[in-house]
């Protein structure tokens, strides 16, 4: 596990980035529901708030990750995120996934786990490739 580093600059690249995610993933707004913002703490750094697919196994979790990982990697952006649990409320349904499915997941696109002082959920970091 790494731990996240503090250092704040200028979010210019990270609010270029989420100008052109959001366009990237017009295509699937009736698929995910995806929240992108700045981090202040972490230079070049964009948090995934959330992302959930409106429609699970169906393929479009990985579309929207995808698109979102090829920009970071263009754009020299690393996008870190807090994986919910349980405790969140998140999910309520059976059928969902637990937290260690979306770690596996999150996993598949490079993610990381990383270490937070400030924050009990599990917490990932995926570097530009």
């Not at 580093?5 to 989420?18: C, G, H, L, M, R």
């Not at 959930?52 to 979102?68: K, P, T």
């Not at 754009?75 to 409320?89: E, P, R, Y």
Request: glycine share 6%; aromatic share 8%; proline share 2%.
């Amino acid at each position: 596990m790494r731990n996240f580093i503090n250092i704040v600059e200028s979010p210019d690249a990270a609010n270029a980035y989420i100008e052109k995610a959001t366009a990237s993933l017009a295509e699937l707004s009736d698929k995910i529901s995806c929240s992108l913002g700045i981090s202040f703490d972490h230079a070049n750094t964009v948090e995934i708030e959330e992302i959930i697919a409106l429609e699970m196994g169906q393929g479009y979790g990985s579309r929207a990750m995808n698109i979102l990982c090829s920009l970071a990697d263009d754009m020299d952006i690393t996008l870190v995120l807090g994986v919910a649990n349980d405790d969140d409320g998140y999910f309520t349904a059976d059928d969902m996934p637990d937290e260690n499915q979306l770690i596996d997941f999150y996993s598949r696109f490079g993610f990381e786990i990383v270490q937070s002082m400030f924050d009990e959920r599990t917490n990932m970091e995926r570097t530009p490739n």
